[in-house]
Nanobody, 123 residues
Framework: QVRLLESGGGLVQAGGSLRLSCVGSGRTFDTYVMAWFRRAPGKEREFVAAHDWGVNTYYADFVEGRFTISRDKSKNTVYLQMDSLKPEDTAVYYC?????????????????WGPGTQVTVSS
């Protein structure tokens, strides 16, 4: 069974940091685009960051240099380091895996999703 499982969410004050992890199991994701999306209360899920199977990374405009996505293929894991967090970053963060590599920012192309991890940033 193929699974993605996020961890590292929690409650943090504005200006603080969190590091999210997403571990894949059931197959290797070496050739997949791995990404983070998020869904804030009352809003649709939106793209946050993606890492292709090589060295290329992509970020949403609202990240503004505060987040860094990385991956460790040996551990089948992708990370999201989030610094300078703002209350508007409060959301459930989801990890996704895209085997087609057709659209890093488009959730419709993603084949697998984790259940999500809650991030709450207090003011």
């Amino acid at each position: 069974q193929v699974r993605l499982l996020e961890s590292g969410g929690g409650l943090v004050q504005a200006g603080g940091s969190l590091r999210l992890s997403c571990v894949g199991s059931g197959r290797t994701f070496d050739t997949y685009v791995m990404a983070w999306f998020r869904r804030a209360p009352g809003k649709e899920r939106e793209f946050v960051a993606a890492h292709d199977w090589g060295v290329n990374t992509y970020y949403a405009d609202f990240v503004e240099g505060r987040f860094t996505i990385s991956r460790d293929k040996s551990k089948n894991t992708v990370y999201l380091q989030m610094d300078s967090l703002k209350p508007e970053d409060t959301a459930v963060y989801y990890c996704g895996a895209d085997g087609s590599s057709r659209g890093a920012r488009l959730e419709t192309y993603y084949d697998y999703w984790g259940p999500g991890t809650q991030v709450t940033v207090s003011s």
